[in-house]
């Protein structure tokens, strides 16, 4: 009879440590997950950050997607303006009265910026030598680099990913990406475009799998026909391209071995726009080396 007791004392204790935990919960919180939580691990395959950190992110610096800057300009993840964004501007009182901010025409856009946001700032580059599964060392990473000035924000995000066990979703997505990777590719960013460097024996099929694309879109992306061999080196956008050239990019010099179509790679520009840009036909052939090419 007392190890019945026993055993029963356990259970109601573990029913009460069930109940204060499912209490704790944050019904908006766990809505906002449910919505965004496809675009996580959507993000997490291309550009290798965990889903349960941009979902922590996104609920604490939104608010479960109920703050002013999340409703109306669909800032999910408090980003500023800084001197290189060229889009839609919001102003917000947050360090300092009327700070501007990122402002954008989908929540999804914010996601996409987010990621390209930490691919492409310099101070987050060792996150990236970090497991997709670590999120306590991406939490506590971020806080380091100065992403917020809270003190507690690396725990804050810890708290909400085990509270939530939003780390499921990164082992979700891990399996899901690495279900017949062997060998992954490493992501770059450049003139704010997602790309690989192809390795000899990569298809387009190969490619489309490993970051959830289809086998025409990386085709189409790179403006390449059918038949395509990759032989390894050459640049693979995993996004499309520009109509030109991003700011800091006004005109580039012809080098040996150039094309038009190596120089549309290179900077990120449509094959099409790059030749309209210089007012070129493609039946003009390779532009001479030491020649001038505009990008914008």
Not at 6 to 34: D, K, M, P, W
Not at 105 to 124: A, G, N, Q, V
Not at 192 to 218: M, P
């Amino acid at each position: 009879m007392k190890r019945y007791l026993i055993l029963f004392g356990i259970l109601c204790l573990l029913g009460n440590i069930l109940t204060v935990s499912a209490q704790r919960r944050n019904q908006a919180y766990e809505e906002y997950i449910h919505k965004y939580r496809e675009l996580a691990i959507h993000e997490m395959k291309r550009y290798r950050i965990p889903a349960s950190i941009t979902l922590a992110q996104g609920l604490l610096e939104s608010g479960a997607g109920k703050s002013t800057l999340a409703r109306k300009s669909n800032n999910h993840f408090g980003i500023k303006c800084g001197s290189g964004w060229n889009g839609k501007r919001a102003y917000h009182t947050d360090d300092a009265p009327n700070e501007c901010f990122r402002a954008y025409k989908h929540p999804k856009d914010s996601y996409e910026d987010h990621s390209k946001f930490l691919r492409t700032k310099t101070r987050y580059a060792f996150l990236f030598e970090l497991k997709v599964t670590d999120y306590k060392g991406w939490a506590r990473g971020l806080k380091k680099a100065g992403y917020a000035t809270d003190p507690r924000y690396a725990n804050r995000l810890i708290d909400i990913i085990e509270l939530y066990d939003l780390y499921e979703y990164d082992q979700k997505g891990k399996k899901d990406w690495m279900k017949g990777v062997t060998n992954p590719h490493q992501p770059y960013l450049a003139n704010d475009l997602l790309y690989i460097i192809a390795r000899e024996g990569d298809t387009f099929k190969s490619i489309a799998k490993e970051f959830d694309l289809s086998k025409k879109k990386v085709r189409t992306f790179n403006e390449l026909p059918k038949d395509y061999e990759f032989s390894g080196g050459e640049v693979v956008y995993l996004e499309e391209k520009h109509k030109h050239a991003t700011n800091g990019f006004i005109s580039c010099k012809v080098y040996p071995g150039d094309s038009m179509y190596t120089i549309a790679q290179r900077y990120g520009v449509k094959l099409e726009y790059l030749y309209r840009l210089n007012d070129m036909k493609p039946e003009d052939g390779v532009p001479p080396v030491g020649s001038i090419i505009w990008l914008q």
